[in-house]
Structures are given as structure tokens and as C-alpha cells.
């Protein structure tokens, strides 16, 4: 800043104290609660336009990343179709619209055609083709289910919830939010004659028809802690006001959630906390009878079921953190009933089971990294060994099932992508073992993937631990000091030999570093052309997958959590020196990012160590610990008593307040800050950050920028529309390019 920058606001103080095991709180900023103060919306609106002041000077760097990233999208697009009854269902984009539409087409399968050229992933190491067979009669006529730019016309904020239709094709269930406060409303609509019908039930979160094709489930949460607790049952064509409460959960832990099998049989109802579930069954067929327990509610045991020809197929924890899979008939789920199927491993994280009449799919992780393992049904029961595993080519990607309605099908979707390779749908062939290429993500503006590399490498932790790291830059823009070591593991594709050349001793390379850990929640390694505007300008990223996140399964989530939660913070600290001092990027322009609990990250992290980063994205940012776990009437504080720990207990206070954020600020010099938020945020209040901001403003010791933004009409996740949210990137990495002074 120069000395013609004009002034930040300055929030006033107002002394508040709370003492607890003998230790005194001091808040001065708590009056920024109160979200209808006039003098709250002043002070955030004063925090946006100084913001827009200091930045002014990057509107054209603004436009122009815009439109870069804008040029890297298929803006009319759809997706790949899946097939579900009679029908088959996509969804699509327009160029200048917002938001996506909803449509199907009626008709059987298409005439086969070949797609050569694409790359496929198999069951071996070999790649091969298969013809594709999946796609929608040409001629078909379209049916738009939902447009979501009607829906949102006049709104400035919108967004579709969750969603099912009825099995005869008929009815649409459908929920909306309005604000970004992740508040839903419930509409019915009729498909075959496009009409709503009338009245709606507000606060709905799950969703799902009984096979009557008349009834409806959904479940509501209550007004004060956002907690789905109740489930009611919904005749067509009768006044809500009748609709039955079928059950509700007491527990303030816990949120339900209710659905079908894939075979349609059983609708399940699952109540779960962080650390526990207990999951309710039903027939389909019979949706005025009542739930049955699978395995009652027990401390510390998770589990999640699905059904196929009389026998329960539960994912459970009570043999290991890892999870296992075992059957039980259906009259009997009790747990001496249990059959082995897949036991237990330690160093295999057992994520999901993806069943079907004649196979199923494990889908786990294993040293970080998902697996999709097939087994096939030998006498109804799994055979000894997996019939096959889809073999994937990177070092560092994400994979995961896609969209499978068809219960009887030798053919299992999934996703692909990496860092590298624009998000994929294949179609894996149980036959063949082979896979072929449905969609690809088509990333026009010249992009060719080959000009960029990925790899995987591991950090130490203080307590020894390995940490790893997913990186991808540009093989020619990527300036890394000469002698450095390289990684073991790199993606090279076709063409890319010509780059090798490239000289790498020339000034070390920016460096841009995403961390969250928390939830046990993986870092999805997925490809995202907005990056390319940071890749192209040589920035390297490295997405650091630290503990506390579920990337080594639920003992990596156990080892940053709670009690060793500062395992998360000082993982992530050495994930940056180790990236440096080994030549991935100039250690004087490191620029870090995380969100939601990933900004409790970046909070604790410049707190602990302000010297080692330059620039900071904080989104959302969970920083204000100590106060929000204290309040109990806040959406999220007692059931994340699992994730954090109790502050009324003394041993949780005192290790919380080691390293809350906004209870640590010191007088110090901090790297320059980018902290965003929305004023409708449920997940995170938005006074969390403004406090943060309004604290740190009056300790700092430097002159870097401090920047505050709140989106005044949006939630957690910013912007609802597509280019609304680039915008809101654009922002963000024209700070950042700035102020690790890269050239435009």
C-alpha cells in the first residue's frame, strides 16, 4: 500500500468477557452478530468498498482472467446421458445463461457407435476400445424437467437441493434455496403435464418416492440448529398439513437422511452423528408400515446398508477404523448374523459399496489414492477374489462411481480426472474388462494437456510422519532450482519429450498451496481449467493432504483431530518448507488457500508461522473457535463436538485455545490477506471472518493489504451463478498474481 491508499475501516470495540476453567475470553468485536444492525451492514459494506479501493488497480488484470477462464469453458454443454426406466435424463448449459437445465428424453437403447481416439482405462495395464452403446435415441424428442434460469429469474441467489422422481417417470420432487442460507424448500411437479402442484414445505433436505408412485418421504430440519431430525410421509394430491411424522431422532448429534437401495426395494432412513450410525429399513412397497433397525444405535460404530435378493450388504466399522463388509439376511440383521465378505485392512480404507444384481464395486483408498475393485456373484454369494480392478494411469487423480440406475447391467460408470486430464465418464464393461470413453470435459482456448506435468511426493512431518503432496504446473513455465531433487512419479504424455529441455535454472517458481484436513474429507485431485490462468503464468500448486482429512482412510481423520487437531496445522507447515527448500517454489512467494475449515487452517498456520507465506486465501473461514463451539444455540456446534471437542470440558478448552485464529492474533507482521465470506453463510457465520479482520486490523504490524469481502447475497459457497462465480475467482487470483508478483 502507498500512502495515497486510502484508510480500513476501523470496527469499534465493545468489551466483552467470558470466563470458563478459570480462563477469560476477551471479545471486542461480538456486536457484528447481530446481522440486522444497520451499523453491521455499514461496517461490511465499508470492508467491500476499501477492498474494491486497493484492488481498483486490478480491473484490468480482473477482465482479463475472466475471460481467460471463460474462454477455457464450453459454455453450451451437456452432460453425458444415464439411462433410468424408460427414460433418459441429462442436464445442460446454454452460452450467457446462469444456470443449468434439467431435461430427459424417452426412448431405448441406441444403435451402437464407435468413438475412436479417446483414452481408455481397463482391468489390465493395456488400453483398448469398446463400441458405445449408451447413448439416447438421436430423433427423441427433449423434455425439459427444471430450468434453473427460469426458476432463478429476479433471485440473486438459487440453487437446486436434492431431487428424485417417481419410478413410473411421473413425479418430480424437488428442493431450492433462495438465499445460500442452505435452506430448502420442497415443490412436487407433475412431468406429464408440467404443472407444480400446489403448497410447499420449507426446511426439507433429503428425499425419496415409496414405489407407489404416490408417496413421498422427506426430511425437515429444525429452525434453530439446521439439524435434519424429522421424517414425514406425503400422499399426492393431499394438503401437507396432513403429511405424517414418521420419526424423529432427539439426539442433537445427530442429522437423518433417507433414500432407496439400488435395487428399489427398501426405502433406508439413516441417522448419523460424526461418529455414529444407526439405519432404519422399510419396503419400498409398503410405505404405510413401519421401520425396523438394522443395528441399533452403539458409540463409535458406523455402518451403512444396501440390499440384493434377501441379504443386507453393511459397510461397517466394528472391526476396524477402516471398515469392512459383511451380509446378514434380511430377517435377521442382528450382528451374530454377520458374513465376512471383504475383512478389514489397515492400510485399505473400505469408502463405498456400489451393488448390482450380478457384481458389486469396492470402492476404496488406498496410500491416498481411490481403487474401484469389482466382485462378481458366484451362487449369490461375492467371489473368493475381485473379478477385476480399473487400472487408472496418473500418479495423483480422482475416480469414483458415476450414475448407475440399472440394476441388471454388466456395465458399471464412473469418473475420471486428475490435474491434468479434464473431467472423464467412462463405462467399464464387466465382460470385456474394458472401459470406453463416454464424455471428457472439452476445454477449448487451446489447451493441450500435455504441457503440463503432475506429481506425488511426501513431506515429513515434526513427529516423522509422511505427508503427501499432489502437484501440477507447466512443464515450460516451471523454473525449479537446478540439483533439486525431482519426484520418483510424474504423468508424461504423448509429446511432451520436446518440453524436457526446458531449462530449469532460472528464478525458482511461485508457489500456490491448497490445504483442509478436516471431516476426513480426501482432497479430490480434480482437473479445473480456471487453474490453467495460474498454471500458464507458472504458478506451481501443490494440494497438501494433510492429517485430518481422509486421505490415508479414518486413522489419517483420527490423527488431526480433537486432541491432535494441531497434527493438521503443523502437517501443512511442512508440506510448504518441504516444497521449497526442494525447489518447488520461491520461498519468498508462497501463496496458500483453504476454505471453511480449511480457513481455520489458514488461520492457525499464519498465526504459527506469518514468516513462511506471502499471500493468504481464506474462504469462509472458520476462525472463530473458541466462541462458536462455546455456543450451543449455533447450526453445527453440538454435533461437531465430535471433530473439535467440548469447550465446556476443560482438557477440549484449553487445547482448542492453542490454536483458535481469532483468539491468537498477536501484534506481528502478517502476510497480506484475502479473507471472503457471505452474509447468508449457514455453515460458517459471516461474523466469524469480519471479526477476525476487525481484530487482526489493530495488531498488525506490516503494511500489507488486509482485504475483507462479503458476497451480501450469497452463502458458504459464494456465488450461485457460473458467471457470477468466475468473477469472484478472477478476484481472487488477481490479488494473488499481484502480490507474488508475477507479470501480467
Not at 640 to 657: A, C, I, S, T, V
Amino acid at each position: 500500500m502507498t500512502e495515497s491508499s486510502p484508510n480500513p475501516p476501523i470496527a469499534r470495540q465493545d468489551h466483552k468477557e467470558t470466563t470458563l476453567h478459570g480462563i477469560t475470553l476477551r471479545d471486542d468485536y461480538a456486536w457484528l452478530r447481530d446481522k440486522d444492525s444497520p451499523e453491521v451492514t455499514a461496517y461490511l459494506t465499508a470492508e467491500n468498498a476499501y477492498a474494491e479501493a486497493l484492488t481498483a488497480d486490478l480491473a484490468p488484470l480482473r477482465d482479463q482472467l475472466y475471460n481467460e477462464m471463460l474462454s477455457h469453458i464450453k459454455q453450451t454443454d451437456e452432460s453425458a446421458p444415464y439411462r433410468e426406466g424408460d427414460w433418459w435424463y441429462y442436464v445442460r448449459t446454454e452460452e450467457g445463461k446462469q444456470y443449468s437445465i434439467f431435461c430427459r428424453k424417452r426412448g431405448s437403447l441406441g444403435a451402437p457407435s464407435s468413438k475412436p481416439g479417446a483414452p481408455s482405462m481397463t482391468a489390465a495395464s493395456s488400453l483398448s476400445w469398446v463400441g458405445n452403446h449408451s447413448t439416447p435415441p438421436p430423433d427423441a424428442p427433449e423434455q425439459i424437467i427444471l430450468d434453473g434460469n427460469q426458476l432463478a429469474e429476479g433471485l440473486a441467489f438459487f440453487a437446486i437441493g436434492a431431487t428424485d422422481i417417481s419410478d413410473d417417470g411421473r413425479w418430480l420432487a424437488y428442493t431450492v434455496d433462495t438465499t445460500g442460507f442452505r435452506q430448502y424448500t420442497l415443490h412436487i411437479k407433475d412431468l406429464e403435464t408440467g404443472e407444480t402442484l400446489p403448497g410447499k414445505v420449507e426446511r426439507v433436505g433429503s428425499l425419496t418416492w415409496a414405489a407407489d408412485n404416490v408417496t413421498l418421504f422427506y426430511s425437515v430440519e429444525d429452525e434453530e440448529q439446521k439439524r435434519q431430525f424429522q421424517l414425514f410421509r406425503h400422499t399426492l394430491h393431499a394438503p401437507h398439513s396432513e403429511d405424517v411424522l414418521v420419526y424423529q431422532d432427539d439426539d442433537e448429534r445427530f442429522n437423518i437422511g433417507a433414500g432407496r437401495t439400488r435395487d428399489g426395494k427398501f426405502i433406508v432412513l439413516e441417522s448419523g452423528s460424526h461418529t455414529t450410525t444407526e439405519c432404519l429399513v422399510l419396503p419400498a412397497d409398503q410405505p404405510t408400515g413401519k421401520f425396523t433397525v438394522i443395528s441399533p444405535r452403539e458409540d463409535e460404530h458406523e455402518y451403512s446398508v444396501d440390499h440384493r435378493n434377501g441379504q443386507w450388504f453393511i459397510r461397517t466399522n466394528d472391526n476396524g477404523r477402516n471398515f469392512r463388509l459383511v451380509t446378514a439376511p434380511v430377517d435377521t440383521p442382528a450382528r451374530e448374523n454377520w458374513v465376512e465378505q471383504i475383512p478389514h485392512r489397515e492400510s485399505v480404507m473400505l469408502e463405498d459399496v456400489d451393488l448390482f444384481a450380478g457384481f458389486f464395486v469396492a470402492c476404496e483408498r488406498e496410500d491416498g489414492l481411490p481403487r474401484l475393485r469389482l466382485w462378481k456373484f458366484q451362487n449369490d454369494t461375492p467371489a473368493a477374489n475381485p473379478a477385476g480392478e480399473i487400472a487408472f494411469p496418473e500418479p495423483a487423480y480422482s475416480a469414483s462411481p458415476g450414475i448407475n440406475r440399472i440394476w441388471e447391467t454388466t456395465a458399471f460408470r464412473y469418473g475420471y480426472q486428475s490435474l491434468v486430464t479434464p473431467g472423464s465418464v467412462y463405462e467399464y464393461n464387466l465382460e470385456t474388462r474394458e472401459s470406453e470413453l463416454l464424455k471428457q470435459q472439452e476445454v477449448p482456448g487451446g489447451f493441450d494437456r500435455t504441457l503440463y506435468a503432475s506429481e506425488r511426493i511426501h513431506a515429513t512431518a515434526p513427529d516423522g510422519v509422511k505427508v503427501p503432496i499432489s502437484l501440477v504446473y507447466r512443464r515450460d513455465r516451471f523454473a525449479k532450482r537446478a540439483g533439486a531433487p525431482s519426484s520418483t512419479q510424474s504423468y508424461r504424455g504423448e509429446g511432451a519429450k520436446a518440453l524436457d529441455s526446458a531449462s530449469h535454472n532460472a528464478t525458482r517458481s511461485p508457489l500456490y498451496v491448497y490445504g483442509y484436513g478436516s471431516y476426513g474429507y480426501a482432497l479430490p485431485l480434480g482437473f479445473n481449467s480456471n487453474r490453467l490462468s495460474l498454471l500458464d503464468r507458472g504458478v506451481v500448486i501443490a494440494y497438501a493432504h494433510i492429517r485430518g482429512g481422509g486421505d490415508l482412510g479414518k486413522p489419517w481423520h483420527d490423527a488431526g483431530k480433537m486432541l491432535v487437531k494441531r497434527n493438521t496445522f503443523t502437517d501443512f507447515i511442512a508440506s510448504v518448507e518441504h516444497l521449497t527448500a526442494n525447489g518447488y517454489g520461491d520461498p519468498t512467494r508462497v501463496a496458500i488457500e483453504g476454505g471453511s475449515a480449511g480457513g481455520l487452517l489458514m488461520g492457525a498456520v499464519t498465526n504459527f508461522r506469518p514468516d513462511l507465506f506471502r499471500v493468504v486465501l481464506s474462504h469462509v473461514p472458520f476462525v472463530d473457535v473458541m466462541n462458536t463451539m462455546l455456543d450451543s444455540s449455533l447450526p453445527l456446534t453440538v454435533p461437531e463436538y465430535e471433530e473439535w471437542g467440548d469447550p465446556n470440558q476443560e482438557n477440549y478448552f484449553k487445547y482448542m485455545l492453542t490454536y483458535s485464529p481469532y483468539d491468537n492474533l498477536k501484534p506481528a507482521s502478517y502476510p497480506a490477506m484475502l479473507v471472503k465470506t457471505s452474509l447468508n453463510d449457514s455453515q460458517v457465520m459471516y461474523w466469524e471472518p469480519a471479526k477476525y479482520v476487525a481484530k487482526l486490523r489493530t495488531l498488525k504490524t506490516d503494511s500489507n493489504p488486509l482485504l475483507l469481502v462479503t458476497n451480501m447475497e450469497a452463502g458458504h459457497g459464494g456465488a450461485s451463478g457460473r458467471y457470477d462465480y468466475l468473477k469472484e475467482i478472477a478476484f481472487d487470483y488477481a490479488f494473488l498474481l499481484r502480490e507474488l508478483r508475477v507479470a501480467p
